[in-house]
């Protein structure tokens, strides 16, 4: 018997990469001249920002439309799945930078600031305890704790990953209204994240003087909590999409990797989330 073959598909020329290329230049150079005063920042920045917008809203609707059509086989099933993957992992390492960081800090950098021959010579009167704003502090601030906001924090995430496999059964099993009500509560769970996160960080700053000119331990908890919070932004979205589209009648229980991926995204966050609070607000 002759081997079958899966014709492959190939795309039509897109305009969208140069689109895309333009947007994060406009972004990019727009926030440098915006952080520094100079020339049209705000306005190249936003030019970008909705050129990017553009982008994303045209590009995932062809890919979208071909995907319904029926145009995509299992190789295309199977690109889609290392894409993601490999998207995942460079945010998983773009993290353990930050991971990377507030270990040096902590284990390496404030110890030898605190060593003897440091603290005689250069650093009179610092003591290595963390958490610390570092030598010459001018500002006195109250570090975060866990319990409270960031504890709840993490059983709404906890409970949105559930939410969320919870959905995922109801588009195994083929039911549709579980599906839509397991993605609604997810998505309004990572909203209520936010809320509280914003909620904390005007806390942290109105009475716990905590900024992030609060030396190392401000400018590390509000880069790593901060950039959490913009990945939750993201996949509350990615889900919000994955909603829309599930009312207007896409995916199949054989046929739904835009789903799935948006769920990997997800549960990927509940994990990031499980280590920040860790050693961020709990050691």
Known sequence: MSPTFEKY????????PIFGSFALLCIGAGS?????????????????????????FGWFGQVI??????????????????????????????FFAFFGVLFYVRVIAVPSLGSEE????????FEAVWPTAGPRAEEAFSPMGAWGIPALNTL??????????????????????????????????????????????????????????????????YMMTGFH?????????????????VMAGHFTKDNHFAFEAAAWYWHFVDVVWLVLFVVVYWL
């Open 9 to 16: 598909f190939v795309p039509e020329p897109s305009k969208f």
């Open 32 to 56: 440098v001249m915006w952080l520094n005063h100079t020339g049209p920042g705000p306005l190249v920045f936003f030019v970008g920002l909705a050129t990017l917008i553009y982008m994303l």
């Open 65 to 94: 439309r071909e995907s319904e059509s029926g145009q995509y086989g299992k190789n295309v099933d199977a690109s889609f799945r290392w894409s993601m993957g490999w998207f995942i992992f460079s945010e998983v390492m773009f």
């Open 118 to 125: 440091s603290v005689s010579v250069l650093w009179q009167g």
């Open 156 to 221: 709404i995430l906890l409970t949105s990953g559930a939410t969320l496999t919870w959905a995922h059964w109801g588009m195994m099993k083929d039911n549709r209204t579980q599906l839509k009500l397991g993605l609604l509560l997810t998505v309004l769970l990572g909203a209520l994240f936010m809320g509280f996160q914003i909620y904390e960080y005007m806390h942290a700053y109105g009475e716990m003087n905590l900024k992030m000119t609060s030396g190392i331990y401000g400018s590390t908890f």
């Open 229 to 245: 919070g913009l990945h939750v932004t993201i996949g509350a979205i990615m889900l919000l999409v994955m909603l829309f589209r």
